[in-house]
């Protein structure tokens, strides 16, 4: 087993090493190295920028974004059109093991994944789980604020205020739901977040496992039908599916409620840089 020090000497290196990254982006940027438009496309096809994606956390909800991104493009576009996507799908293992051991890793282990991404040279770019946003927040400092970030919990802000929803149910993983990291920016704009009760953010837990491992079951929908009902007549006026697994089943179709799809918004909001001249 390798030691709890020598793990902070690697999360310390690798932080110190994405720090000079950030210097040389920031040098290519004003040298001009890097542009929105990549000289080796045709000048037709110039005017549809190149999206990153970070995925793979889990495979099955990165599954989603990809198709949305393209049923857009072609909604938009017409036939046979499909978006450019730098989709980079990552190993997830240690960064989710990290979760129930030593959290303090994982903003480097992230900003390690985001670099790798960026190498790409997207002209714009979104983090396809919304967990890691927590960690995000922590190395913003560290990467350059351009190629921009479609943040989820910012747009999820946005849309409820656009819809003066005041009360709104949050569902997600233990983390997402238990943690501040996603209440306080809607709480600060006067929106009032309700989690479920403690029995249900466990079974919650559970199920979002089940769906990260590929695993569905009939059983899943009638629960979060229910505990939805139960949450509007409890008076929440819409449903953020906070994790990237439950859109898998959560859907419109079962929900009493406006339902909240952060992968979508993000989708969305890329597809609207990408096709904005």
Known sequence: MVPKDRFEQLGIRAVAQAERQV????????AGRYSQRRLDVPEEMQDMKLIGVLGGTSWPSTIPPYRMLNEEVQRRLGPHHSARIALYSVDYAEIRASFSGDASRIPALLLAEIRTLLSFSPDCWMIANNTLHKFHAEIAHLIPPDPPMMHAIT?????????RVGRVLLLGTRFTMEDGYYHEPLEAAGIEVV????????????????????????????????????AAA?????????????????????STIPLIDPLQLQCMACIDFALTP
């Open 23 to 30: 210097k040389a982006w920031e040098q290519a940027l004003h």
């Open 155 to 163: 747009l999820v802000r946005e849309h409820l205020l656009s819809r």
């Open 195 to 230: 989690i479920p009760e403690e029995p249900d953010r466990e079974h919650i837990g559970a199920i979002q496992t089940r769906l990260a491992d590929g695993e569905m079951d009939a059983a899943f929908a009638p629960y979060f039908a229910d505990l939805i009902k139960r």
């Open 234 to 254: 409890n008076g929440c006026e819409a449903v953020i599916a906070g994790c990237s697994e439950l859109p898998l089943v959560i859907t419109q179709d079962i």
